[in-house]
């Protein structure tokens, strides 16, 4: 069994974003968090993984024998996807149907662009082939996939160079009888060839999304069971004997077998550990009610917590086209928290469009060459340079002073676009922090009305490398009037990886009717999810009577074509069950529309479980709250940085961080430096440090 506080000492969890890989590691037996952050090497990210943990284990004094547990969260998924690095994927699918995925939905996502462009789809049309069978709508096998015909094909596509192989048949979600077939041909024919059958990955009626799914998981196959088998041979090398878990996209970990198994589900990786982050500081600070602001060094991202929890979805989209449009990217049918990219992150490149109006992002410079100041050979200016040239970042001091800034080449860079503009450096750096601000805070106003919700009504929780340089200024135009920044904000999802508990959830398409629904058949489903919930939990080390279950259905109205997930009450489920299933649904319809549509019948399109484990336990270590503390000890000194209300630069005090004790209360101007980050405050501003030592600003 996973005894996540036994006898080992410490925790250490690592996050690997486009620019940096966060490492965070947690003492169990006094609660301290000590914490790492390096550069990330895109093309051996393992590397940095180990480097990272190594520095920071020896720098604590603690060895690899002494690590209960290593939990990972990872963007390596999402990246071989986006910048097509992902292995060379054919699809098997129903004869006449190969090309779903052209076909889509015949819908377009801006119905004014009459040019409008999708990603060109993972396998490619003539790695595409179709192979006689027939299931009907009701789960009846009409015709057989014929064994010698599967031979021939599959030889046909190994000979076109496809290194992989998807298989989506029509209506599989109802009986995967032919897709088992397939499958057992090309293992028994082909065993050295990867393979992802829909019925495994995403068993839901949705035909192109179904299928799109199915491609991700085989495409991106090969290279995360690669990686994962080589961090776990490395941290064995080392001396490591527990197990690697790995962040999944709705918040909960999985052993790295089983993610290797169906990698698709671990596309949202990274930031779903910063969501449950939030989620833990959320319920630490007896604020319930938050929403985040995620801002790496690539993206900046949030997520509205309610009631504690995170809200999940049942699809995201990848490789958008166009960042902010949805319809634009690769459908992927997976449980995933309901996070939206709001912004760009400190990496992010700024630029000029046709008009000649400023723009930041969405591309980044990334870890290489990184912005201009990093001197690694980037002459681009981006977010970070310009925060450099406003003050707000010590050039001595960033990484707490293993890097050393170019304030410099941040000029230079800021400066061709200030000629291009016609306008001062100064007026650059500030225009280029302003844009993402504003960028930040009407994404994330979206967000939040889009949930029925208003963001006066939040707190802010903002952490990642740059979150804490722009919360207060996003907080401001969102009209909310509390920001909290927690302690060791640069590496906050690194410690997100901790509060996750193993989980998986299972998914089955019956559509119909409410008001007709076979309750002999919706408990088949149960019983069978169950059963196979049960089954990999215990495989992952926890006993049955440890593991919730927990169920739910995706609904929608007659004519609708968006659900909404209604939970679904635990044992056997009886016709009288209808009347709670409908109230629930209408109640949560209601929250999210604010309106009933009582005399429209109700649809069903999936049943769902969740199996979960114990939540883990991690404490903080608390501080003794003092009035009157005297701020002299922390002053590190004064240094210029530009206040827009002030009139521009000013004196502004700096403070470090890990010299402030709880009570301490600072008015603004200020800037509060750790080693990960930096946190910024406007004159009319103020804050307190609470007693987990975290940074808690009240907005002007």
């Known amino acids: 069994m996973i005894n996540r506080t036994g006898e080992f000492k410490h925790i250490l969890s690592v996050d690997i974003g486009g620019t940096f890989t966060d490492f965070s590691l947690l003492d169990l037996n006094t609660g301290k968090v000590s914490v790492n952050k390096v550069l990330t090497d895109a093309d051996q990210p393992e590397e940095a993984l180990i480097s990272g943990a190594s520095e920071l284990l020896e720098r604590?004094?603690?060895g690899y024998n002494e690590l209960r547990l290593v939990v990972h969260s990872t963007t390596l998924a999402t990246n071989a996807i986006i910048e097509r690095k992902?292995?060379?994927t054919g699809l098997i699918t129903t004869d006449g149907f190969r090309d779903i995925l052209e076909l889509r939905r015949e819908q377009i996502y801006d119905m004014y662009d009459l040019q409008a462009r999708y990603p060109e789809p993972l396998a490619p049309r003539y790695l595409r082939q179709g192979i006689r069978e027939r299931t009907d709508s009701n789960g009846l096998i009409l015709e057989r996939v014929a064994e010698d015909d599967a031979v021939k094909l599959v030889d046909g596509l190994l000979d076109e160079g496809a290194e992989a192989?998807?298989?989506?048949?029509?209506?599989?979600y109802k009986n995967p009888a032919n897709e088992?077939?397939?499958?057992?041909?090309?293992?028994?024919h082909f065993p050295d060839v990867t393979v992802s059958i829909s019925s495994e990955v995403a068993p839901v009626i949705n035909e192109y999304e179904r299928t799109s799914t199915t491609i991700a998981d085989c495409y991106i196959k090969p290279s995360v069971s690669k990686y994962l088998a080589g961090v776990r041979d490395r941290l064995s090398g080392l001396g490591y004997t527990g197990e690697l878990l790995v962040m999944h996209s709705a918040g909960g970990v999985i052993g790295s077998d089983a993610a290797s198994q169906r990698p698709v589900r671990l596309l949202e990786s990274g930031p779903a550990a910063g969501a449950l982050a939030a989620s833990f500081y959320g319920t630490l600070l007896s604020k319930p009610d938050l929403v985040s602001i995620d801002m790496g060094g690539t993206t900046a991202k949030t997520c509205v917590i309610e009631g504690g929890k995170p809200a999940i979805t049942n699809s995201i989209e990848v490789a958008r086209i166009h960042r902010f449009k949805v319809g634009s990217g690769l459908p992927i049918m997976i449980p995933v928290l309901d996070l939206i990219e709001i912004g760009s992150g400190g990496g992010s490149i700024a630029w000029t469009d046709s008009l000649g109006l400023l723009k930041v992002g969405p591309h980044s410079a990334g870890a290489k060459p990184g912005p201009a100041c990093y001197g690694l050979g980037g002459t681009i200016p981006t977010v970070t340079d310009a925060n450099l040239l406003l003050g707000y970042l010590n050039p001595n001091y960033f990484l707490g002073g293993k890097m050393q800034l170019d304030i410099n080449a941040a000029r230079r860079a800021v400066s061709a676009l200030a000629q291009t503009l016609g306008i001062s450096e100064v007026q650059v750096a500030w225009g280029i922090y302003s844009v993402v601000t504003e960028n930040m805070a009407a994404s994330a106003r979206l967000h939040i009305i889009g949930r029925n919700k208003d963001p006066r009504n939040y707190s802010i929780i903002a952490f990642g490398g740059a979150g804490p340089a722009?919360?207060?200024?996003?907080?401001?135009i969102l009209g909310a009037t509390e920001v909290i920044v927690p302690l060791a904000a640069g590496v906050t999802s690194a410690l997100g990886c901790l509060t996750a508990p193993l989980s998986l959830e299972d998914v089955r398409s019956l559509p119909g009717s409410l008001a007709d629904f076979n309750a002999e058949d919706v408990n088949n489903i149960f019983r069978n999810m169950e059963a196979s919930g049960l089954k990999l939990m215990n495989q992952a080390g926890v006993p049955e009577e440890h593991v919730e279950l927990v169920r739910s259905a995706d609904m929608r109205l007659k004519g609708q074509i968006h659900e909404i997930n209604v939970p679904v009450s635990p044992g056997e489920l009886n016709p009288s069950n209808i009347e709670q299933i409908e109230s629930d649904f209408h109640a949560i319809y209601q929250e999210f529309y604010s309106r009933r549509n009582l005399n429209?019948?109700?649809?069903?399109?999936?049943?769902?479980?969740?199996?979960r484990g114990p939540e883990p336990?991690?404490?903080?270590?608390?501080?003794?709250?003092?009035d009157n503390v005297d701020l002299t000890g922390a002053l590190k000194g004064t240094r210029k940085a530009y206040f827009r209300?002030?009139?521009?630069?000013?004196?502004?005090?700096?403070y470090d961080r890990y010299k402030l004790t709880a009570g301490s209360r600072i008015e603004g101007p200020a800037i509060i430096e750790e080693q990960d980050s930096t946190a910024v405050m406007s004159p009319r501003d103020s804050v307190l440090i609470d007693r987990w030592l975290n940074l808690v600003f009240k907005i002007g």
């Open 600 to 611: 429209i019948p109700i649809e069903v399109q999936n049943w769902r479980l969740l199996a």
């Open 180 to 188: 088992e077939a397939l499958k057992a041909v090309i293992e028994n």
């Open 645 to 654: 209300d002030s009139g521009g630069y000013v004196d502004c005090p700096i």
């Open 470 to 476: 722009h919360a207060c200024d996003v907080a401001r």
């Open 617 to 626: 336990i991690v404490n903080l270590r608390e501080e003794a709250v003092t």
């Open 60 to 62: 604590i004094g603690v």
């Open 165 to 172: 192989l998807a298989i989506a048949l029509m209506h599989a």
């Open 86 to 88: 992902g292995a060379k």
